[in-house]
């Protein structure tokens, strides 16, 4: 579990009243999180993060007015202020909801700011680990999951296919700004890892993975963990 000094303030996001029925029942039943709103379309959300103030969204993709994706931008495009509220600044912390995990809206998102994305059907358990750890700066993929959707951002479709060369060559020359051991760092976000997994692989402390994930953020002027993971991928593209 992850550790949380107070309890997790929770927004929800979806076009279907049962599943944000269904969602509030279940984080409610954790003492860790705490349910503070709701929203019905993505045209709703800046109103409700101004008004309630929620570390975390969980943002349905499709809905019939404003969809997820372009929600999520509009809160990570620095019309938010303060850790969680409107004006410039950071924002709460964005998961996405999909049905699918191949559904390209996903990678969409993620490059929208999205901290990550969670299927519908996840097991419960799993769904609240991961607003904790989204709230706690954490990664929301497993490394199978990664591995697919950065295999589908390298360019499944002819669009993303041409246009992977100069991705690529954009996405070094930005990482050449890192040290090495940001670096280092960089690929293991790539791969999903928490912040433990990668103290145990590269020999560090928590503390100090957490100092290079912040610089490397800061140097490559990254919202979050999930677009440093695609930069680094980008940068690895094939050079077919």
Known sequence: MVAVNAPVRVL???DDALVRAGLRLMLSGDDHIEVVGEADDGAGVLAAVAEHRPDVVLMDVRMPGVDG???????????????????GGTGPQVLVLTTFDADATVVRALRAGAAGYLLKHTDPARIVEAVLRAASGEPVLSPSVARA??????????????????????????????????????????????????????????GTVKAHVSSALTKLDLSGRIQLALLTHDAHGSED
Not at 158 to 182: G, I, Y
């Open 69 to 87: 994706i372009a929600a999520t931008e509009e809160l990570r495009s620095g019309a938010v202020s303060g850790p969680n509220g409107p004006g």
């Open 149 to 206: 959707l950065m295999d589908q951002v390298a360019g499944a479709d002819p669009v993303e296919r041409s246009a992977a060369p100069t991705r690529r060559e954009r996405a070094r020359a930005r990482l050449a700004l890192l040290s090495d051991r940001e670096r280092d760092v960089a690929e293991a976000v790539t791969e999903g890892l928490s912040n433990a997994e990668i103290a145990d692989r590269l020999y560090m402390s928590m």
């Open 12 to 14: 929800l996001v979806d």
